[in-house]
Structure formats: C-alpha cells, structure tokens
C-alpha cells in the first residue's frame, strides 16, 4: 500500500535537465555536487531507519520492507563511499 511518484519532481527534473547538457570533467562535477554526496547521505537514513524498526506480522509487508532494507544498505554505503572520492576528485571552481 506505498503510493509511489510517477516521474521525477520539479527540482529533479531541473538537475536533470543541468545534467544533461554537461560533457566530461563538467558532468562528473555537476553530478557530485546535485546528486552525490548528500543525496546517499539521506538515501542511508532513510533506509536505516526503516531497517532498525521493529515489525509485527499485524502489518502487511512490513518483514519484507525491512529485509530489504538491511539488505540493500551495505551497497548504499558503498555508493556514498564513491560520491565522497569523485566529489573530492571534482571539486567546485
């Protein structure tokens, strides 16, 4: 029963859009400084939270939401451990 978005949200569309029109080093930089760093950084709390909550079988889905939770965190962690190292490699100018 989780209503999810059907396309991206005005402002990730607009980040998007600045996307876009970058080539090379300029993508790589406009990339970790919209999406990068502090977007895995609210990505991970979310699902740890979501991972740390206690569940009843009263609650339809709520096992399988945490599972998978847990689950995809340690990834998680590595993709933000890869925005901090290209952030670092393109920082603003």
Known sequence: DVELPDGP????????????SSKGDNFDR????????QAHEDTIELFK???STVT???????????????KMLPGLEKHLDMAKKLQAAHPDK
């Open 9 to 20: 949200s005005i402002l990730q569309k607009g980040k998007l859009k600045l996307l876009a």
């Open 30 to 37: 406009r990339y970790a400084q919209t999406m990068g760093v």
């Open 56 to 70: 009843d079988d009263r609650t339809k889905g709520a096992t399988e939401l945490k599972g998978f939770a847990q």
């Open 49 to 51: 939270k979501q991972a």
